[in-house]
């Protein structure tokens, strides 16, 4: 790797502006735990979409997401129509591509179920815990639609169940350590 090349999200963002969405996110959302159930679902789903695409795109997306995903209710996008599967697809603000938007659905559906057997998603994700990068992409897979390595590494380390969002020099990572993440638990 050259000298010069960013190693990590935190040396990306260095030198940004800090209304820029990389700097936004990476200061108050990445790697910091999520307890919600319907903001979980949402990190999943945006990751779910930047697959094949830069994260800058999903970040300037994000508001568009949250309105046509209904602020990315679990129970309102489990509902969906062939009509509002129409709708997404003809959506421009947002990733139209069928097999994404289709994964949305399903996984919602899916979460539903988890939800109504653990008494939540992130429940169920805790249920789990802990576990290596390669065996939570064993249990996503074998449950959800559309999540290989990359999209679940990801999404778990995003949400705080992985360690690596950050670097341990990171002003950031201290602050996400004074909320006690999941990775830091046995």
Known sequence: MPVD???SYCDVVKGMDKDSVHRI???TAYGF???DDDELFERLILEINQAGLSWT???HKQENFRKAYKKFSIRKVAAFSEKDFDRLMNDPGIIRNRLKIQAAIANAQTILQLQKQFGSFKKWIDHH???SKQEWVKIFKGTFRFTGGEIVNEFLMSTGYLPGAHVESCQVYHK???TRPPFLKP
């Open 5 to 7: 090349q960013p190693t």
């Open 129 to 131: 815990h802990p576990k």
């Open 176 to 178: 996400i350590l004074k």
């Open 57 to 59: 795109t999903i970040l």
């Open 25 to 27: 996110y990476h200061d």
């Open 33 to 35: 735990p999520i307890e």
